[in-house]
Nanobody
């Protein structure tokens, strides 16, 4: 059993910053990619940022230059530093991790429960 728990969501004014965390726990052999997604009301879930085990990163155009994804492999945790927040960043933010459990050859994706980020204008 693998569990992902996000934290750090809050209400913040435009131009402010937040740092989200997502910790994976349970029967984990290794974690490949770790991603942050977001879903705004009435919109589809979209990927915000990705980080590989080795630390390579990729960002959506809408957040590049403002958000930074990082991870601590020893803690099985991924972070999302969000600066210069805009009202359009308002959404529920979810983490996704590609996890190999003991005995499994291929990883499978796990989702957290989400954390609400609200940016007021």
């Amino acid at each position: 059993q693998v569990k992902l728990v996000e934290s750090g969501g809050d209400l913040v004014q435009a131009g402010g910053s937040l740092r989200l965390s997502c910790a994976a726990s349970g029967s984990i052999f290794s974690i490949n990619d770790m991603d942050w997604y977001r879903q705004a009301p009435g919109k589809q879930r979209e990927m915000v940022a990705r980080i590989t085990f080795g630390g390579s990163t990729n960002y959506a155009d809408a957040v590049r230059g403002r958000f930074t994804i990082s991870r601590d492999n020893a803690k099985n945790t991924v972070y999302l530093q969000m600066n210069s927040l805009k009202p359009e960043d308002t959404a529920v933010y979810y983490c996704n991790a590609q996890v190999r459990t003991p005995g499994m050859i291929w990883p499978r994706g796990y989702w957290g429960q989400g954390t609400q980020v609200t940016v007021s204008s």
